[in-house]
């Protein structure tokens, strides 16, 4: 199993410009978050995806949008990045109900300028 | 507004020490407390975990001490190995099935341990 895997694993973008990060499970998992992390800040929410076909917004939505594709699939996308959004983000997944562990990905860092 | 606070921001240990990271966490509605481990350029990955009706949970090395009416909760490492260097962050949630396992994190502490 590869667990959690996301791309690309880094990028650079101009401030106006979109991307979208990809992230992937393969563990079966219910929920689905995504998470940025940034120096003294720990890893703060941005959205998550309780289940299939269903996602809400976490501690930090402003600037993001997100699409929980399939079972597996839950992506974030940058509509018009700005320097505030260079970051390290994470996907997690986990079953949602029961265990509570998350499951990490390895991140992307992406710097914009 | 942060609800989990986590000190000190960074502890360097000598080898065979003891590290001890402490949180302190807002909402008396919590009732899972996670500590996760962090290696550079990886994700973090669940080390320990607790639930408030314990007051201590041991797992080889590392252990969490959980005080209830002090709303606060601490990592121990025993005899703490250059091996263990990196981040650690402590979470908290709501161990209940409409919280979807959302997790609250601490600021993070990096930890050094010298050989």
């Known amino acids: 199993n590869a667990g959690v895997t996301q791309t690309p694993k880094f990028q650079v973008l101009k401030t106006g410009q979109s991307m979208t990060l990809q992230c992937a499970q393969d563990?079966?998992?219910?929920?689905m978050y995504w998470y940025r992390q940034d120096p003294g800040m720990g890893l703060r929410l941005i959205y998550y995806s309780a289940s299939e076909g269903t996602t809400d917004k976490g501690e930090v939505p402003n600037g993001y949008n997100v699409s929980r594709l399939n079972k597996r699939e839950f992506s974030l996308r940058l509509e018009s990045a700005a320097p505030s959004q260079t970051s390290v983000y994470f996907c997690a997944s986990s079953t949602g109900t029961g265990s509570y562990e998350q499951y990490f990905g390895p991140g992307t860092r992406l710097t914009v300028t | 507004q942060q609800q989990v606070k986590q000190s000190p921001q960074s502890l360097i240990v000598q080898k065979g020490g003891i590290s001890i990271i402490n949180c302190a966490y807002e909402?008396?509605?919590?009732?899972?407390f996670p500590w996760y481990q962090q290696f550079p350029g990886k994700g973090p990955a669940l080390l320990i975990a607790?639930?408030?009706?314990?007051s201590e949970k041991k797992e080889g090395r590392f252990t969490i001490s959980f005080n209830k009416s002090a709303k606060q909760f601490s990592l121990h490492i025993m005899d703490s190995q250059p091996g263990d260097s990196a981040t650690y962050f402590c979470a908290a949630s709501f161990a209940r099935r409409t919280s979807y396992g959302k997790l609250t994190f601490g600021q993070g502490t990096i930890l050094t341990v010298h050989p």
């Open positions: 909402n008396t509605a919590f009732d899972y």
């Open positions: 563990m079966n998992h219910n929920s």
């Open positions: 607790i639930r408030p009706d314990v």
